[in-house]
C-alpha cells in the first residue's frame, strides 16, 4: 500500500482544547457544544468529521459519474454527524443528504450508491456507525 497523502494534527486538551494541523493550514479552538454541556463558541469533532465526510463523499459523487460516464452538474452534500448515547455508551450517527444537478432520479440514486464505495470515509465507516444516505 503506498501512502499518498498523510494530515498531521495536534490537538491540545481534547474537546475542550486547540488543533492545529503541521502545516498551520488548520488552526482551531474546540469546545464542546453546548447541547452536550459546553460553552459552545467554537468548532468541535462532529463539525470537522462532517466537513471532511461530506468532501469526500461530493468527490466520489464526481468520480462515480465518471465512471458511468454521465455528465453532472454541481453536487452539494449536507452530512449530519451525531452523537447518540447507546446502552451506556456514546456512539456516532450520520446522514449525507445529496443533491446532484443535472442528473433524473435513478441516476443520482445509481451514483450515490456508487459513491458509497468509492468515498474513503463511507468505506471506514460502514458497519461501524449507523450511516444513512439520501438524495435531496
Given amino acids: ?4 497523502y498523510e494530515a498531521e494534527v495536534t ?3 481534547g474537546r475542550n482544547g486547540h488543533a492545529k494541523s503541521s502545516d498551520g493550514n488548520l488552526d482551531v479552538d474546540i469546545r464542546f457544544p ?7 463558541g467554537a468548532t468541535n469533532p462532529e463539525q470537522l468529521f462532517a466537513a471532511a465526510w461530506s468532501a469526500c463523499f461530493g468527490t466520489s459523487v464526481s ?5 458511468e460516464k454521465v455528465t453532472i452538474g454541481d453536487v452539494l452534500v449536507t452530512a449530519k454527524i451525531g452523537v447518540v448515547h447507546h ?3 456514546y456512539d456516532l450517527s450520520a446522514h449525507l443528504a445529496i443533491q ?11 451514483l450515490i450508491d456508487k459513491a458509497q464505495s ?6 471506514a465507516t460502514k458497519g461501524n456507525i449507523h450511516a444513512t444516505y439520501e438524495l435531496a
Fill in 11 to 13: 490537538t491540545l486538551a
Fill in 63 to 67: 468520480i462515480a459519474a465518471g465512471i
Fill in 87 to 89: 446502552n451506556g455508551n
Fill in 34 to 40: 453546548k447541547e452536550m454541556g459546553g460553552a459552545g
Fill in 118 to 123: 468509492i468515498c474513503s470515509y463511507s468505506k
Fill in 100 to 110: 446532484i444537478n443535472g442528473v433524473d432520479t435513478d441516476t443520482a440514486k445509481t
Fill in 1 to 4: 500500500m503506498e501512502k499518498v
